[in-house]
C-alpha cells in the first residue's frame, strides 16, 4: 500500500523525468535526431557565462594584429560551416600551453604556445576547423545530455529511496563533461567536418595531417626534455591527441573532404603566417613570470628570487611551483592581497587560517617584514612563510612526500624565501621574454650552428627543429623563412 502511494505521491516528477529523457534534436551536421536536454539559446548563454570564467584563469595575448587576423581566418571557415548563423568568438590566450578548445555557442580558444609550432595559415585553419566542428555538431551539448540522461537513473532511485539529489548536479556534469574532453568517435568527427570546413575554403585538408605530426613530434620531445630534468612529462590531452598520425581511418576521413575543395588550387598561407607570429612571445610570459637558470623574475610584480639548485620549475597562471629532482620535495608560491593592517603573523594565522605554528620567526627580508615556521599540513611538517611586499603578501609553502627528510630540504625553502626581493633594474633587462623572430635561412645554416646561439637551454638543437617542422633531422634550405628565438 505504502509503495503505491509513494509511486502517486511523485508520479509528477517522474513523468518530467521521462520527458527530459525523452528530448531529442535535429543534428545540424547529419540531419538525424540526437538526445539534447538544451535549447540553442541555453547553449550559446552557457558558452557567454563560461567564457567569462575562461578569461578570469587566463589572459588574453595582447596583440590586436593577431587577434584579429585569427578571427579573420576562422570565420572565413566558420562561413562554410553547418552553423553559419552563429556569431563565432576566436580568441589567442597568453598561455604557453600546447592547447585550443571550444565552448558552446561559438566561443573558440588557441593558445600562443600552440601557435608557435604551427607553420602556416591552413595549420591554423585546421586547428580552428576541428574545434568549429565540436561546435556544429554540439558534442558538449551532446555529451552532457548523454551524462544528464545517465543521471536520471540515479534521480529515480533517490525518489523511490527517499534520498535527495540538488539541482547542483547540472552544473557539475557539464564542468566535467567540459573539463575531461570528448571520446574518440566526437573526436574523428570534429576532424570530419574540420577537414571540410578546409576543403570548403580552399585549404589544403591534408594540413590536419600536418598539425597532428608536429603535435605528436612535440610530445615525443617533450618526454625526452623532462626525462632530462627528472620530472613527469606534460603531455597534450586536447586536440588531436587521441590520434596516430599513421591511423587509418583518419586518413580516410580527411581524404574524403577533397570532394569538397571549390577549385583545383589549395591555400597555404606559409609566409603570410610566418609574418604575422614574427615577435610573438614564446615561452614564458611577464605577467605569469619568467624563468632564467635558477632565477624567477615577475617583471609585473616587481619582483625576483632564487630557486634550488637542479630543481625543475612550473610557472602556472596563480602560483609558482618548484619541483626538487625525483619529486621528493615541492615548494609553492603564491600571491595574496593583505586587506587589514596586521602582521605578517597574524597573516598566517587569519588568512592562511593556521592557527599552531612552530618554531616561528620574524624576519626582515631585504627590507620587507616577514615571519616563518613550521607548520603541520597533511600530517606533515611544512614550512610557511609570509612576505610583505607594498599591498601584498607573498607566501612559500615547502613540503616533502616523506617526513623524514624535511630536514634536508627545509634550509632550501627558507634560503628561497630569503632570496626574495625587488625587482633591480638591470634584472628587468634579463626578464624580458623569449620572442619569436622570423629570418631568411642562409646558404650553409644548420640547426646545430643556429642552436650555439639560442638562449634556449635543453635540447636546443631540436626544439628549433620542432618549431621549424624539421624534427628531428631536417635542415634549413637557403632562402626559406626560419623561426628563432631571441
Not at 83 to 97: A, N
Request: with cysteine; hydrophobic share 40%; proline share 4%.
Amino acid at each position: 500500500m505504502s509503495y503505491y502511494f509513494a509511486m502517486y505521491k511523485f508520479l509528477p516528477t517522474l513523468l518530467i523525468l521521462l520527458l527530459l529523457i525523452s528530448g531529442c534534436a535535429t543534428n545540424p551536421v547529419t540531419g538525424e535526431q540526437d538526445l539534447v536536454l538544451m535549447s540553442e539559446q541555453e547553449e550559446i548563454s552557457l558558452g557567454r557565462q563560461t567564457h567569462q570564467e575562461v578569461l578570469q584563469r587566463y589572459k588574453v595575448y595582447e596583440d590586436p594584429d593577431l587577434q584579429a587576423y585569427v578571427q579573420s581566418v576562422g570565420e572565413h571557415l566558420a562561413a562554410k560551416s553547418h552553423r553559419s548563423d552563429l556569431i563565432y568568438r576566436f580568441t589567442v590566450l597568453d598561455s604557453k600551453e600546447v592547447n585550443a578548445f571550444a565552448l558552446p555557442g561559438g566561443y573558440i580558444y588557441i593558445t600562443r604556445g600552440l601557435m608557435a609550432y604551427l607553420n602556416s595559415e591552413a595549420e591554423l585553419a585546421a586547428v580552428l576547423g576541428h574545434e568549429i566542428g565540436h561546435v556544429t555538431a554540439r558534442h558538449s551539448v551532446r555529451q552532457y545530455s548523454a551524462a544528464q540522461a545517465a543521471n536520471v537513473g540515479l534521480i529515480i532511485g533517490s525518489i523511490l529511496t527517499g534520498v535527495g539529489q540538488t539541482g547542483a548536479q547540472l552544473g557539475q556534469i557539464f564542468g566535467t563533461v567540459l573539463l575531461r574532453g570528448y571520446g574518440r568517435e566526437h573526436e574523428l568527427e570534429a576532424d570530419q567536418l574540420g577537414a571540410e570546413y578546409l576543403a570548403r575554403s580552399n585549404y589544403d585538408p591534408q594540413a590536419m595531417m600536418e598539425v597532428i605530426r608536429v603535435l605528436k613530434n612535440q610530445e615525443e620531445l617533450e618526454k625526452k626534455v623532462a626525462m632530462a630534468e627528472g620530472r613527469e612529462p606534460n603531455i597534450y590531452h586536447g586536440l588531436f591527441a587521441t590520434h596516430p598520425d599513421n591511423d587509418t581511418r583518419l586518413k580516410e576521413t580527411i581524404a574524403s573532404a577533397e570532394k569538397y575543395k571549390s577549385s583545383a588550387a589549395t591555400l597555404t598561407g606559409r609566409e603570410t603566417y610566418l609574418h604575422r607570429i614574427d615577435g610573438m612571445i614564446f615561452g614564458d610570459s611577464p605577467y605569469e613570470g619568467i624563468v632564467r637558470g635558477r632565477n624567477f623574475y615577475h617583471p609585473d610584480l616587481g619582483i625576483a628570487m632564487q630557486l634550488p639548485a637542479g630543481w625543475h620549475v612550473r610557472n602556472l597562471p596563480t602560483q609558482l611551483l618548484a619541483i626538487s629532482p625525483e619529486g621528493k620535495a615541492t615548494l609553492q608560491v603564491e600571491v595574496m592581497d593583505i586587506n587589514k593592517r596586521i602582521s605578517p603573523k597574524e597573516f598566517i594565522a587569519t588568512r592562511l587560517n593556521i592557527k599552531e605554528l612552530g618554531s616561528g620567526t620574524a624576519l626582515t627580508i631585504h627590507g620587507n617584514e616577514a615571519y616563518t615556521g613550521i607548520a603541520t599540513i597533511n600530517n606533515k611538517p611544512a614550512r610557511v612563510t609570509a612576505i610583505y611586499l607594498d599591498t601584498r603578501a607573498y607566501i612559500f609553502g615547502g613540503l616533502c612526500k616523506d617526513c623524514k627528510l624535511f630536514a634536508k630540504f627545509d634550509t632550501q625553502f627558507l634560503d628561497t624565501a630569503k632570496s626574495f626581493h625587488r625587482m633591480t633594474a638591470s634584472e628587468r633587462e634579463l626578464a624580458k621574454p623569449l620572442r619569436i623572430h622570423i629570418v631568411q635561412a642562409e646558404a650553409g645554416t644548420t640547426y646545430s650552428q643556429l642552436a650555439k646561439n639560442s638562449p634556449l637551454k635543453n635540447f636546443p638543437e631540436e626544439q628549433l627543429r620542432l618549431i621549424n617542422d624539421m624534427f628531428p633531422t631536417g635542415q634549413p634550405q637557403t632562402g626559406a623563412l626560419l623561426k628563432l628565438l631571441q
